[in-house]
């Protein structure tokens, strides 16, 4: 009889647990409120510096919306990798302003308050332009926010060019290609004033926390 370690066992259990939750990710359907192609949903919100941010004062700037919770696997994926901190130091390059957003409820994985969310993405290096706390969930729930990450690309016209996962690997092997990085190519795309392709896709990764 095969043995395995309790190491090995934890990982078949930590991957397993993954899939699970890409699964369900991957069998939710959009909100039909929420069209590519169409205005963006408008919002108000306070940022954890206590900022006010709206839609409308962003108007005339590329916007990207990232849907994030430091403990989902997924999330620790892309951060621990740097590839978020990357394709936000980039969108800051091009005066694109990148807004970090987190919905998780209070008692669920992924609350945090202001100053612990500020403090998180300085020990990572995260530069966002922005971070929403959204722990009542009506920001996420007005997007149709459904994993974590799950990003949107709004130009600079208030119109939503591109809604989805952060790329096309939500369970990378070794040996695989290297990832089709939806966002970097949706940003592309809109500056060169050009409809992305594709401009939408499955999001992946764990579901939004929110409040029931």
């Not at 302003?97 to 202001?114: N, R, T």
Request: with cysteine; aromatic share 6%; glycine share 8%.
């Amino acid at each position: 009889m095969k043995m395995f370690s309790r190491r090995s066992m934890g990982q078949a259990m930590g991957l397993a647990a993954a899939a699970a939750l890409t699964t369900s990710a991957f069998t939710l359907e959009a909100h039909a409120d929420v069209v590519t192609g169409e205005a963006a949903p408008a919002f108000t919100v306070e940022t954890a510096s206590g900022e006010t941010l709206s839609l409308e004062s962003l108007s005339g700037q590329t916007v990207v919306l990232e849907w994030t919770n430091h403990g989902c696997p997924y999330v620790q994926r892309h951060y621990g990798s740097e590839h978020i901190q990357d394709l936000q130091a980039a969108a800051a390059d091009d005066d694109v302003v990148w807004v970090q957003v987190i919905s998780s409820a209070p008692g669920e994985q992924g609350h945090v308050g202001a100053d612990e969310a500020l403090a998180l993405n300085q020990e990572r290096g995260a530069t966002p332009a922005h971070v929403v706390l959204d722990p009542s969930g009506e920001m996420g729930r007005l997007y149709d926010a459904r994993t974590t990450p799950h990003m949107y690309v709004i130009d600079a016209d208030g119109v939503l060019q591109y809604q989805g996962g952060i790329d096309d690997q939500p369970r990378p092997r070794p040996g695989d290609p290297e990832p089709t990085d939806y966002v970097t190519m949706a940003l592309a795309a809109v500056s060169a004033g050009e409809t992305p392709d594709p401009a939408q896709t499955q999001p992946y990764g764990c579901n939004v926390k929110y409040a029931y």
